[in-house]
C-alpha cells in the first residue's frame, strides 16, 4: 500500500479483507472436502490450521487503526 491516507488504506484493505475471506469460506466449503480423500488426516488438518491462522491475522488487521504504522506492518506479514 502506497498511500499514507488512512481513508483510503482502510478501504483497500477492506476490499483485501472481503476477497481473502470470501476465497478462504469457499475453500474450506468446497475444495477442503474434496480433497480429504487425497490427503491424509494430519495434511487436511494443516491446512484448516492455516485458514485459520490467516484469520486471525485478517481480524488483527482490521483491528488496528489505518493510521498507525502498525497496521502496514501487519500487512506486509
Do not use: C
Not at 490467516?54 to 506492518?73: A, H, R, Y
Request: net charge negative.
Amino acid at each position: 500500500m502506497q498511500s499514507d491516507n488512512p481513508q483510503k488504506i482502510q478501504e483497500y484493505f477492506g476490499q483485501i479483507y472481503k476477497d481473502l475471506t470470501a476465497h478462504a469460506e469457499a475453500e474450506e466449503e468446497v475444495v477442503y472436502p474434496r480433497i480429504r480423500a487425497f490427503y491424509s488426516e494430519s495434511d487436511t488438518q494443516e491446512l484448516y490450521s492455516e485458514q485459520a491462522e490467516m484469520k486471525v491475522q485478517l481480524d488483527e488487521i482490521k483491528s488496528t487503526n489505518p493510521s498507525s504504522p502498525q497496521f502496514k506492518d501487519k500487512i506486509k506479514q
